[in-house]
């Protein structure tokens, strides 16, 4: 199973300079819960973005930079490869962006996992549309705002619908 994991606000915006828009801690647990234990593909930016190579998770690269390397993740040159490497470790890997790699990989996806936050917010990158000809969607729930999580969100999970 290939699943996709995002979150993103209600105009599908996910980043600005090179950041995430908001600070959920649900959400970062949710998304800890679902990626640990599996491996996970990201392209160079986001990983620039988050800084560090993820704990308990095989942390795969994507980079066409050539002599490129980091201490603890695994750099690959294309996506093809990516998931080749993360199928052989495990049978569940996981994409987790950002929008470049995202829009590289819809089509490879069973399932996407998306975090849909009810904001409007300023973004230069988008995560694409989700077509509901090709996605179903088989789980919603949802979280209301509080103390320490700055909007309310739903996880939502989509299923690729089998067209012939
Ligand atoms: N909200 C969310 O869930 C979420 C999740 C992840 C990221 N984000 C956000 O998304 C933004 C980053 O996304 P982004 O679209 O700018 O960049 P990105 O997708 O993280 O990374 C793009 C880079 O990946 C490499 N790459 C892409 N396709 C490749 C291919 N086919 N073969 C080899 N290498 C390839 C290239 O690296 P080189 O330039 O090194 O060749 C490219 O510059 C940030 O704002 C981040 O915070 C949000």
Redesign the pocket.
């Known amino acids: 199973m290939t699943t996709i ?4 606000g209600e105009k599908n915006e ?8 908001w600070h959920l801690p649900k959400d970062l647990k949710h998304f800890k819960d679902l990626t640990s234990g599996h491996p996970i593909i ?6 620039e ?1 988050i800084g560090k190579a993820l704990p308990n998770r095989t942390n795969i690269v ?4 050539k002599n ?1 390397f980091q201490e603890g993740i695994l750099i690959v ?3 093809k490869e990516a998931v080749k490497f993360a199928k052989k470790i495990d049978e569940n890997i996981f994409i ?7 829009e ?1 990989t819809m089509e490879i996806a069973d399932k996407l996992e998306v ?1 849909l936050v009810k904001a409007n917010l300023e973004a ?2 988008y995560f694409p549309k989700i077509n509901p000809k090709f996605w179903k969607m088989t789980s919603e729930i949802c979280h209301e705002k509080d103390d320490k999580n700055q909007y309310d969100f739903c996880f939502q999970t989509f299923e690729k619908v089998d067209v012939q």
């Not at 994507?62 to 930079?65: A, E, I, T």
């Open positions: 994991v995002v979150a993103m996910i980043g600005s300079d090179n950041q995430l828009l990201m392209g160079r930016k986001t990983y973005s994507v980079s066409r930079k490129w040159g294309s996506i987790i962006g950002g929008g470049n790699i995202y590289q975090t230069d990158t």
